[in-house]
């Protein structure tokens, strides 16, 4: 007769430990370690798997002061915390892009990111890309050239779009595979997604 | 057969939810927040096959904010459509693969659920396995049920399958040659990209699941069996789903689960899948081993085929397991044989056209070798021994298989880019392949509503769920055409079975045919109820009236006319209309959608690496409603194929009988960098059957683009290669530079 309980060391664990390490270097960063007496050191248990942080988030523009536990994902936070659900989560273990959002104008895996991580960065969902009622000139294209099957990768595929314009304009076809190649699309929809981040280039 | 004229339908046309698909309003399943929610996780088995002698929870009910744990001791809940053959439970025991639930645990958080399932004591009493399909049927190997391993028929499914027509020894005969082989398919996941998840309520003695399915009608019918409520009781909500690929047109274990921890709770229940336990704890597509021998005369044309196949169901048989890749040749004596086996592995069940790639892959590479040792040109053995008649002997409702072949050919200039197998020189090998496929064109029951407001607005309710093909939007476009109200009047309700009328659920590539058949009736009833109303401002008769672009006007003399909105003012609120229909097919008369693909591939013999550098599909699917859509769907069953050609498999180790690539980027499903520009030829076609001629689009494009990669791959290097997947490795194995 065996015995069994889990499997090896998960994600979560994994995520666990880095995100005590982070605590660690948030407390570095404010200068507390040149206080000589080690008392003043903060008294949070870094074991602190319910351990808690408050961060302030900046998303599409708006701040939130927010107490996030270490371990929340920043796709986490800014589904199931802010609202926010166009963030989808496709694997939750940053291979297939559909958490993308876009971090001081670099698209990155939220999944992959802590949202402790996050204090005082700048985030944009693809819920902060529409002006009002006008959408932006990525999101008619992907409109226009049927981007979205199922859809739930095109939150992702639209945001590492969206960072690779803010950096180049006029993109070539190559260049869009590939700042797109981390975006999974199950549905197989690469040529129309291309398709309208080019679209969207020339439209601005 | 000429295409008729019409409005909305042939013209592209985008998407009736695209804004919410592309401004993250869309509300998928795993979007649904509701108070008190908690989250749920599912443990699952370590091992093969295994009797569980005891569970014990205490430690992970002590956890703060675990709130039930469920398993096969204190929750016995059927799981209908989880087996075919066998009574499948929810939780059941023995376990009989790796990754089959084993319990479910609710808490204040998914964190705490998962941390609750590390505390769940359960203890085994490891039995026996068998992982290989060809080894389970052998007599000493492991039972896995009683009557041992060969899926054995309830009525609904047959084991062996078996079909057959014309004289298979008369056929061989009559041949010239006959050649026999054996062609290999692994199991590949549907990796559609929500994980699964199911959200449950109960208020009082009602349920509603917010589900991720394919079919909502189908849902509710198999959760109201399985938890024994009345149908009125149970309400399945499904708005937006993150791709079905199959398998999704019923209700699944974590449905019932949900609504499990919801009851024992009485909170409401959110159970999300990780992204492992989608490609270990559902299933895949089921994995083959087909022999085949087929006889052919000198000239190429085949006189008989027989198949002999065993595919791997793993521990339950879900669905048929069956192989049809000769569905698209006239083959005039036919038999053949498919066991489904049992092994301890993944369940297999459907995937995108469940029966066709593999099998096509099977028996195109067949007849794409058969062409090369008679020295046949491919193009001449595709095209002399394409499908004219169904099964040998019905009429197809419409066929330009022939069409799809010449024009697809000449499109990708076959006559100059083809040379003989493996001549290309140097280590960077070019190659060009093709081969045909399609699906079974179908009839059947659909309904919808269509109610008219006063003002001119439409709204049309139908079961359907949009699954990404585009459904809710074809509906719509159906609906604006045969009502003569253009689409911006047009709008849809869908998904959620309190609100909206049967649906056969969006599998099978039936929507179109199926429910659209419906909405034209609904139509029908709208349009006859309007004329009555409009009749005597025209001081006509009502069936002398017709009405398009919302203009009600006399068929006769068109001048006469009256718009849409004058014709309601008599409407004291609202014109309903509704239709079930369920038509079937005249007796020797059957319907397909066929294709032919062809590709050019490039493959670097020193890496093993292909890179599929041209592809060009020529389908018939009839009208085609929305050429937008229906595009996308062709290329994106492609880029499947080519994945399932060059890389994807799920991969057992063996000692341990686990699944070792059980994630995106160890199961290599193709990214943007794979994905070459597919080219997309409708050729011109009209079913008199289809809505407005339209027959099957959503399963066609996969069904030849495995095979087409395939034989691209043996013209460039030579080499015919016999297993699923053609990787890197088997390449450069087989190609000595």
Redesign the interface.
């Known amino acids: 007769?065996?015995?069994?309980?889990?499997?090896g060391v998960?994600r979560?664990d994994f995520l666990k430990g880095i995100g005590a390490g982070s605590v660690g270097a948030a407390v570095i960063s404010t200068g507390l370690l040149d206080t000589p007496k080690v008392e003043a050191y903060p008294t949070e248990t870094v074991t602190a798997?319910r351990g808690k942080s408050t961060v302030n988030l900046k998303v599409n523009g708006k701040s939130y002061r927010l107490e996030v536990?270490h371990?929340q994902t920043l796709a986490e936070v800014l589904?199931?915390e802010i609202?926010?659900?166009?963030?989808?989560?496709?694997?939750?273990?940053g291979?297939?892009g559909?958490c993308t959002v876009v971090v001081n104008g670099r698209n990155l895996y939220s999944c992959s990111q802590l949202a402790v991580w996050m204090q005082g960065k700048d985030i944009l969902?693809?819920?902060g890309?529409?002006k009002g009622e006008k959408?932006d000139p990525i999101?008619q294209a992907?409109?226009?050239h049927?981007?979205?099957?199922?859809?739930?990768?095109?939150?992702g595929q639209?945001m590492s779009g969206k960072a690779l314009l803010l950096r180049n304009a006029n993109p070539t076809e190559a260049q869009v595979?590939?700042a797109?190649?981390?975006?999974?699309?199950?549905?197989?929809?690469?040529?129309?997604?291309?398709a309208a981040v080019l679209a969207a280039a020339k439209a601005r | 057969m000429a295409t008729k004229e019409f409005s909305v339908v042939g013209k592209r046309t985008?998407?009736i939810d695209?804004?919410e698909?592309?401004?993250?309003?869309?509300?998928?399943t795993?979007?649904v927040?509701l108070p008190g929610m908690l989250y749920a996780r599912v443990l699952r088995s370590?091992?093969p096959h295994a009797k569980i002698?005891s569970i014990d929870t205490s430690k992970a009910e002590k956890l703060p904010g675990v709130k039930a744990v469920i398993h096969s001791v204190n929750t016995q809940v059927p799981w209908g459509s989880g087996g075919l053959t066998q009574k499948r439970m929810i939780f059941n025991n023995p376990v009989r693969f790796v990754g089959d639930a084993v319990a479910a645990v609710a808490a204040t958080n998914r964190?705490i659920a998962?941390?609750a399932?590390?505390?769940?004591?359960?203890?085994?009493?490891?039995l026996p396995h068998v992982l290989d399909a060809a080894a389970a049927l052998k007599p000493d190997a492991p039972k896995i049920y009683p009557k041992g391993n060969l899926s054995v028929g309830d009525g609904r499914v047959t084991a062996p399958i078996q079909d057959q027509w014309g004289n298979l020894e008369k056929g061989f005969k009559e041949a010239d040659k006959v050649f026999e082989d054996t062609y290999i398919s692994k199991h590949v996941n549907?990796?559609?990209?929500?994980?699964r998840v199911s959200v449950a309520k109960w208020d009082g003695g009602k349920l509603t699941v917010w589900a991720s399915t394919q079919g909502i009608s189908n849902a509710r019918a198999d959760i109201s069996r399985d938890l024994g409520l009345p149908l009125s009781k149970v309400r399945v909500v499904c708005k937006?789903?993150?791709?079905?690929?199959g398998n999704k047109n019923q209700a699944q274990d974590y449905d019932l689960m949900t609504a499990m921890l919801a009851k024992a709770t009485a909170q409401p229940v959110k159970l999300e899948f990780?992204?492992e336990d989608d490609f270990t704890g559902m299933h895949g597509r089921w994995a083959s081993e087909q022999r085949y021998k087929v006889g052919v005369k000198k000239d190429g044309t085949i006189t008989a085929v027989e198949l002999n196949a065993i595919t791997n169901m793993g521990a339950y048989r879900k669905q048929s397991g069956d192989l049809s890749g000769c569905d698209f040749y006239n083959i005039p004596n036919f038999k053949k044989t498919v066991n489904p086996t049992h092994t301890n592995t993944v369940v297999a069940a459907n995937y995108r056209a469940p029966a066709y790639p593999q099998s096509v892959f099977g028996f195109a590479s067949m007849l794409d070798q058969i062409a090369f040792e008679m020295g046949i040109n491919p193009y001449d053995m595709f095209l002399k021994n394409r499908a004219v008649r169904s099964k040998g002997k019905s009429e197809f409702s419409s066929n330009a298989l022939e069409a799809c072949i010449v024009e697809g050919a000449k499109k990708i200039g076959w006559n100059e880019k083809w040379h003989k197998p493996g001549a290309a020189p140097g280590p960077n090998k070019h190659g060009i392949g093709m081969a045909l496929g399609g699906y079974p064109f179908r009839l059947g029951l659909g309904a919808a509503t269509i109610r008219l407001n006063r003002d001119g607005t439409v709204h049309v309710i139908v079961g359907v769920v949009d699954?990404?093909?585009?459904a809710k939007s074809t509906m719509a476009i159906i609906a604006s055409e045969a009502l003569g109200i253009p689409m911006s009047e047009i709008q849809l309700t869908s998904g959620d079975t309190d609100v909206t009328p049967y649906s056969i659920g969006e599998s099978s590539s039936r929507t179109t045919s199926f429910t659209g058949g419906a909405v034209i009736a609904a139509a029908e009833d709208v349009r006859k109820q309007l004329f009555a109303v409009a009749a005597p401002e025209l001081k006509a008769k009502a069936e002398d009236l017709d009405m398009r672009d919302g203009i009600v006007f006399l068929k006769s003399d068109p001048a006469q006319k009256l718009p849409l909105g004058k014709a309601l003012r008599r409407v004291e609120s609202e014109i309903i209309g509704r239709a079930t229909t369920n038509p079937t097919w005249p007796e020797g008369i059957d319907g397909k959608a066929f294709a032919a693909h062809f590709c050019e591939v490039n493959v670097d013999v020193i890496t093993g690496y292909v890179k599929v550098t041209r592809y060009v599909a020529a389908h018939d699917s009839g009208t085609i409603i929305n050429p937008?859509?229906a595009?996308?769907?062709v290329?994106?069953?492609?880029?499947?194929g080519i994945g399932m050609a060059l890389t994807e498999e799920l991969l057992i180790d063996k000692p341990t009988a686990t699944p070792i690539n059980p994630?995106?980027?160890d199961a290599k499903?193709?990214?943007?960098?794979e994905?070459p520009?597919?080219e997309v030829l409708f050729v011109e076609s009209y079913d008199p059957y289809g809505p407005f001629g339209g027959k099957v689009v959503g399963e066609p494009p996969i069904t030849p683009s495995v095979a087409t990669v395939a034989n691209a791959i043996f013209n460039a290097t030579g080499k015919r290669f016999k297993e699923l997947p053609i990787s890197a490795e088997k390449i450069v194995q087989a190609v000595r530079v």
């Open positions: 007769m065996d015995e069994k309980k889990g499997k998960s979560r798997a536990e371990r589904r199931d609202g926010l659900t166009g963030t989808r989560i496709g694997c939750d273990r291979e297939c559909a969902t693809v819920e890309l529409a959408l999101q992907f409109i226009e049927d981007g979205p099957q199922c859809g739930f990768c095109t939150s639209i595979r590939r797109l190649s981390g975006n999974l699309c199950r549905c197989g929809n690469y040529n129309r997604e291309v | 985008p998407r695209g804004y698909r592309v401004t993250g309003q869309a509300q998928y795993g979007d927040q370590p091992y002698v964190y998962e941390d399932l590390e505390l769940i004591e359960v203890k085994y009493e490891k549907n990796a559609q990209m929500e994980r937006y789903m993150g791709a079905g690929f990780t992204r699954i990404g093909t585009g937008l859509t595009e996308s769907q290329k994106g069953g492609v880029v499947q994630n995106y980027r499903v193709p990214t943007h960098l994905a520009e597919i």
